[in-house]
C-alpha cells in the first residue's frame, strides 16, 4: 500500500498508514489515495454505468450520461463537459483536486453563484464477485455533495435508492473490491497527463512514469523507511532492555523495603498483643490475691456461725436450768409456807427438804456452770467479733501497701508503654525520613547517571565529527568518509581500464555548490543521504561499484546508496512544474550544478525544483501554512534544517551541517569548545555523583542505627514488669 511521501521525515512510531487514512477525509481535501483490489470479471462487476452532474464545474446540469459496457467515446466541442465528466469521475470516486489537474481545491469545482454541487455515479454490481450483493443489489449509486467551502460527503445507496452508508472506509471497501485507483496515471489518464507523457522523448520520464504508474518508486521509498524505522526499532528494543534492568532492580529495592515494612507492622501487632498480655496479667495477680483474701473472710465467718450455734444451744440450757431454778423456789416457797402452817410437819418433812435442798443445791451448781459456760462462750463470741474486725482490719491494713505498690507500677508501666510508644513513632518517622532521603538521592543518582551517560554519547559524536573536520581540511572529499577518496582513485582506475560505459559521478555533495552559505542546513536536511550518493548509467556499471565498494567498506556496514539512471548532457526542463516564489529560492536555483547528472539525479530522486528554501521559521509557517503555498510547491526548510509542511512542521534534530559548510576553521573551533564543555560538563555531573553515592551512604547507616534503636526498644517492651530502670534514649539527627 503506498503512503504520502512526506511521511518518510515523520516520527519512527508512525507505522504505514492503511488506505483508509490516505485517502481525503469527508469534510477536507488534500490527501493523496492510492488503491490496490483483486482482479475481477470484465463486465460483470465495478462498470461505471452512469454518471449525473449537478452545479459542477461550469455545467449547472449534465447528465445522466449512461456507459455501455464496453469501450465508451465522449466526443463534443470545447465547453460541451468532456473535460467535467472525467474530472467528475476522479472526485466523486474519491480522488483529490490536485490529481485532476483542474484545480487545487474542491470549492473550486463549484459553479460561481452556487453553494454546493453533486455528483452521483452508479457502478455496476452483479454476478459472483458482486460487493455485498445482498445488500446493494445489482448496482451502487455514489452520490458525493462539495460544499462551497471544499468540504464533501457521501451518500451510499443500493439498487433501490436506500441509503446504506456515509461512511469513507464503505467507499474505500468497494473501491478496493472493484479495483478502481483514480489516482493513478494508468487507470485515469488526464489531459495534462498524457500531454506531458506524449511530449517527453526523455527516456527517463518514461521510466519515471512507469515506477510511478506500477507503485515501484514507492515501494523503493516504502523499503528504505522500513529499513529505517527496523534500525531505530532495534536501537529502542537495547534502551528497553537496559531500561529493564534498571526496572528489576528497582523492584527488588521496592520488594526489601516492602518486606521491612511488613516486619514494622507485624511487630506493632505484637506491641498491641503484648499490651493487652500485660494487663490481664496485672488483673489476673490482683484477682489471685482478693481470692485469698476472700477465702480467710470465708472460714472466719464458718467458725464465727459454729460459735452462734453452739452460743444458741447453751443459752436453750440455761433458760431450762432457770426454769428449773424458779421451779425449785416456788416449791420451796410452798413448803415454807407449808411449813410454817404445819409446823408439826416440818420436822417429818426435814429429811425430805434437806434431800430436796441438796437438789436444788446440784441444780444451782448445774446453773452456775450453765452460766458460767454461756458467759465464757458469750466472751468467746465477743473475742471472736473482736478478732473478725481484727482480722478484717488488718487485711485492709496488709494489702493497702501492697494495692498503692501496685497503682503505681501500673502508672508507671503505662507511663513506660506511652513513652515507648513515642519513642517507636519518632523512630518510624526517622526511619521514613531516612528512607525518603535515600530514595530521593537514589532517583536523583539515576537521573544524573542517565544524563552523564547521554552527554558521553554526544561528547563521543562531537569528537568524532572534529576528527573528520580536521581530516577534511587536507582533503575535502573525507568528508563524505575517511574511505571516499581512496574509493574515486579505484573508480579513476577501473575507468581507465574500461570498466565503466560511463564514469560513475559522486559522491553528489563534492558537486554542487551553494550560492548562499546560511542555507547549508536546510539543504543538508533536504537532500540528507542523497550527499552521499553515486550516480552510474546503467546496472552493468553499478555491479562494478558495488564491487570496488566492498574493497573500502566492510560487511554489515552502510555503503553510500547508487542511483541508476541515464546520463545526460543537458539538465531537464522543469519551468513548468518548478514551485516560484518572488523573495525565496528553490534548492535547484540555491545550488550551483555543473554537471547535469547531478542536478537530473537530484531533480528525479528529491524534486528540488519543489522545495522552497525560507531562512526564517515564522515567515516559512506563514508562507506554508497561514496562506496558500505556492504552485507546485510541496514543501519548505528553514535556515534551521526544519521541515514545513501545509500542514505539518518538523524540527531538525542536526545543528549545523556537516558536508556543505565552507569554514571548517570555525566549524572546528564551534566542536573543540562544545567538547570542553561536554568534558566540563561530565566532570561536574561525576562530582555531584561522587557526593550523592556518599550522601546514600550515610543515610544508609544513620538508617541502619535507627533500625538497630528500633529492636532495643522491642527488646524493652516484650519486659514491662523487669524494674522500674529505663531504657537508653537515643537522639538522631537527621542530614
Same mark, same amino acid.
Given at each position: ?53 449537478? #452545479? ?13 459496457? #464496453? ?55 452483479? $454476478? ?48 478496493? %473490491? ?17 500531454? @506531458? ?78 499490651? %493487652? ?6 488483673? +489476673? ?5 482478693? +481470692? ?5 473472710? !470465708? ?10 450455734? !453452739? ?7 440455761? +433458760? ?5 431454778? &424458779? ?28 434431800? !430436796? ?64 510508644? +513515642? ?16 530514595? &530521593?538521592? &537514589? ?54 581500464? $574500461? ?39 546503467? %546496472? ?5 561499484? @558495488? ?8 560487511? $554489515? ?179
Amino acid at each position: 500500500m503506498a503512503k504520502r511521501k512526506e511521511e518518510n521525515f515523520s516520527s519512527p512510531k508512525n507505522a504505514k498508514r492503511p488506505r483508509q487514512e490516505e485517502l481525503e477525509d469527508f469534510d477536507k481535501d488534500g490527501d493523496e489515495d492510492e488503491c490496490k483490489g483483486t482482479t475481477l470479471t470484465a463486465a460483470e462487476v465495478g462498470i461505471i454505468e452512469s454518471i449525473h452532474l449537478k #452545479n459542477f464545474m461550469c455545467h449547472s446540469m449534465l447528465g445522466p450520461f449512461k456507459f455501455g459496457s #464496453n469501450v465508451n467515446f465522449v466526443v463534443g466541442n470545447n465547453g460541451s463537459g468532456k473535460s467535467a465528466v472525467l474530472t467528475a469521475l476522479i472526485v466523486g470516486l474519491g480522488g483529490r483536486a490536485v490529481a485532476t489537474n483542474r484545480g487545487s481545491s474542491l470549492k473550486g469545482f463549484v459553479k460561481d453563484g452556487q453553494n454546493s454541487a453533486d455528483i452521483s455515479i452508479t457502478l455496476r454490481n452483479r $454476478g459472483d464477485d458482486a460487493f455485498k450483493a445482498s445488500v446493494y443489489g445489482n448496482s451502487i449509486l455514489i452520490q458525493q455533495h462539495i460544499s462551497i467551502d471544499g468540504s464533501r460527503s457521501y451518500k451510499l445507496k443500493s439498487a433501490t435508492g436506500s441509503v446504506v452508508s456515509t461512511r469513507k472506509e464503505e467507499l474505500i471497501a468497494i473501491l478496493d %473490491h472493484f479495483n478502481i485507483q483514480v489516482d493513478n496515471p494508468v487507470s485515469v489518464l488526464t489531459q495534462e497527463m498524457s500531454k @506531458q507523457f506524449l511530449q517527453s522523448k526523455n527516456e527517463g520520464d518514461k521510466y519515471k512514469f512507469f515506477m510511478k504508474a506500477t507503485q515501484l518508486e514507492q515501494m523503493k521509498e516504502d523499503y528504505s523507511y522500513i529499513m529505517e524505522t527496523k534500525e531505530r526499532t532495534k536501537e529502542q528494543i537495547h534502551q528497553g532492555e537496559e531500561r529493564l534492568t534498571e526496572l528489576k532492580r528497582q523492584c527488588v529495592e521496592k520488594e526489601e523495603r516492602f518486606q521491612s515494612i511488613a516486619g514494622l507492622s507485624t511487630m506493632k501487632t505484637n506491641l498491641e498483643s503484648l499490651k %493487652h498480655e500485660m494487663a490481664w496479667a496485672v488483673v +489476673n495477680e490482683i484477682e489471685k490475691q482478693l +481470692n485469698a483474701i476472700r477465702d480467710n473472710i !470465708k472460714i472466719g465467718e464458718d467458725r464465727a456461725a459454729r460459735l452462734d450455734r !453452739k452460743m444458741e444451744e447453751q443459752q436453750v440450757r440455761l +433458760n431450762e436450768a432457770e426454769q428449773k431454778y &424458779k421451779d425449785i423456789q416456788d416449791k420451796l416457797e410452798k413448803i415454807s409456807e407449808e411449813t410454817n402452817a404445819r409446823a408439826p410437819e416440818c420436822m417429818a418433812l426435814k429429811a425430805d427438804v434437806v434431800a !430436796k435442798k441438796r437438789a436444788y443445791n446440784e441444780a444451782e451448781v448445774l446453773y452456775n456452770r450453765s452460766l458460767n459456760e454461756y458467759k465464757a462462750l458469750k466472751k468467746d463470741d465477743e473475742q471472736l467479733c473482736k478478732r473478725i474486725e481484727e482480722l478484717k482490719k488488718s487485711t485492709d491494713q496488709s494489702l493497702e501497701p501492697e494495692r498503692l505498690e501496685r497503682q503505681k507500677k501500673i502508672s508507671w508501666l503505662k507511663e513506660r508503654v506511652k513513652a515507648f510508644q +513515642n519513642q517507636e513513632n519518632s523512630v518510624n518517622q526517622e526511619i521514613e525520613q531516612f528512607q525518603q532521603a535515600i530514595e &530521593k538521592d &537514589k532517583e536523583e543518582h539515576g537521573k544524573i547517571k542517565r544524563e552523564e551517560l547521554d552527554v558521553k554519547h554526544a561528547l563521543s559524536y562531537n569528537q568524532g565529527q572534529l576528527k573528520e573536520l580536521k581530516d577534511s581540511k587536507t582533503d575535502r572529499l573525507k568528508r563524505f568518509g575517511p574511505n571516499v577518496p581512496a574509493l574515486l582513485e579505484a573508480i579513476d582506475d577501473a575507468y581507465r581500464q $574500461g570498466h565503466f560505459t560511463y564514469k560513475p559521478v559522486g559522491p553528489l555533495g563534492a558537486c554542487i555548490h551553494l550560492r548562499d552559505p546560511e542555507l547549508a542546513l536546510a539543504i543538508e536536511s533536504c537532500l540528507k543521504g542523497l550527499l552521499q550518493a553515486y550516480c552510474c548509467h546503467n %546496472h552493468a556499471d553499478e555491479r562494478v561499484l @558495488q564491487a570496488l565498494m566492498k574493497r573500502f567498506y566492510l560487511p $554489515g556496514t552502510s555503503r553510500p546508496p547508487i542511483i541508476v539512471s541515464e546520463f545526460r548532457n543537458e539538465i531537464y526542463d522543469v519551468r513548468h512544474r518548478a514551485a516560484y516564489h518572488p523573495d525565496f529560492p528553490t534548492v535547484l536555483t540555491a545550488l550551483e550544478i555543473d554537471n547535469a547528472v547531478v542536478a537530473n539525479s537530484l531533480i528525479d530522486m528529491r524534486g528540488i525544483e519543489t522545495v522552497l528554501l525560507i531562512k526564517n521559521n515564522s515567515v516559512a509557517r506563514a508562507v506554508m501554512q497561514s496562506q496558500k503555498p505556492p504552485k507546485n510547491c510541496r514543501e519548505a526548510f528553514t535556515a534551521d534544517g526544519d521541515q514545513v509542511f501545509a500542514g505539518r512542521y518538523y524540527s531538525s534534530e542536526n545543528t549545523r551541517p556537516k558536508f556543505l559548510s565552507r569554514d571548517v576553521d570555525s566549524e572546528i573551533s564551534d566542536l573543540e569548545n562544545e567538547v570542553e564543555n561536554k568534558t566540563a560538563q561530565i566532570l561536574n555531573l561525576q562530582q555531584h555523583l561522587s557526593t550523592l553515592e556518599k550522601d546514600i551512604k550515610h543515610n544508609e547507616e544513620l538508617l541502619k542505627r535507627c533500625q538497630l534503636h528500633y529492636k532495643e526498644l522491642k527488646f524493652w517492651l516484650h519486659r514491662p514488669s523487669e524494674g522500674y530502670q529505663k531504657p537508653p534514649q537515643v537522639t538522631w539527627i537527621i542530614f
